[in-house]
């Protein structure tokens, strides 16, 4: 099993920044992958940022890459994700995900274990 606990969200001006925290544990870090995705009410969660299987393959949105960066500290079991030039339709739940196994990090259902989730707003 594996235990994700997501921090860092807030509200935020358009054109700022925040970093989410995604700190795991129950499961040797090194076995899983980590991604993550977003939610806004009546939409289904959609894949933001990952890791390839196969490190240091990583992986973005096209509505994120360039002002987004995931990374991770193995010694912390934490993968993070830093948000930079926020745009307002940014604003969702932010929830990490976690996979054991090799699959297609874009989908939801590959991923078995998720976080409680942690909200971001971004105001105009």
């Known amino acids: 099993q594996v235990q994700l606990v997501e921090s860092g969200g807030g509200l935020v001006q358009a054109g700022g920044s925040l970093r989410l925290s995604c700190t795991a544990s129950?499961?040797?870090?090194?076995?899983?992958?980590v991604s993550w995705f977003h939610q806004t009410p009546g939409k289904e969660r959609t894949f933001v940022a990952g890791?390839?299987?196969?490190?240091?393959?990583?992986h973005y949105a096209d509505s994120v890459r360039g002002r987004f960066t995931i990374s991770r500290d193995d010694a912390k079991n934490t993968v993070y994700l830093q948000m930079n030039s926020l745009k307002p339709d940014d604003t969702a739940v932010y929830y990490c995900?976690?996979?054991?196994?090799?699959?297609?990090?874009?989908?939801?259902?590959?991923?078995?274990?998720w976080g409680q989730g942690t909200q971001v707003t971004v105001s105009s």
């Open positions: 995900a976690a996979r054991t196994r090799p699959g297609n990090y874009f989908h939801p259902g590959e991923y078995g274990h």
């Open positions: 129950g499961r040797t870090f090194t076995t899983y992958r």
């Open positions: 890791f390839g299987w196969n490190d240091p393959d990583t």
